[in-house]
């Protein structure tokens, strides 16, 4: 059974940086595409940043140059460093992972792609 579990968020004033992690079990980790999305209350499912199981990351255009993906096959764990954050970052962010069809070289950015999810890391930025 896949299991994503994120950790890390968390209240900071803007500007200030964030390291969101996500635990993977359950599956071929190496095999997948995963990434990062958020959702903010009455807005749909954003693709904040992924990866592919190749290495390639794939990033928003509202966090470009902001936020970088990383994952470490070892631990099996997926990181989201975030860098200078601003009070419209504000959401929850969700882990997510998939080896479908979309899981391409560049990693398919739209939530719609992924099936395995995990529960969620609240992430407040303050102005």
């Known amino acids: 059974q896949v299991q994503l579990v994120e950790s890390g968020g968390g209240s900071v004033q803007a500007g200030g940086s964030l390291r969101l992690s996500c635990a993977a079990s359950?599956?071929?980790?190496?095999?997948?595409?995963m990434g990062w999305f958020r959702q903010a209350p009455g807005k749909e499912r954003e693709g904040v940043a992924t990866i592919g199981r190749y290495g390639t990351p794939s990033y928003g255009d509202s966090v470009k140059g902001r936020v970088t993906i990383s994952k470490d096959n070892a631990r099996n764990t997926l990181y989201l460093q975030m860098n200078s954050l601003k009070p419209e970052d504000t959401a929850m962010y969700y882990c997510a992972a998939d080896s479908g069809p979309y899981c391409t070289m560049i990693p398919s950015l739209s939530f719609r792609h992924y099936n395995y999810w995990g529960q969620g890391t609240q992430v407040t930025v303050s102005s």
């Open positions: 359950g599956y071929s980790y190496r095999s997948n595409c």
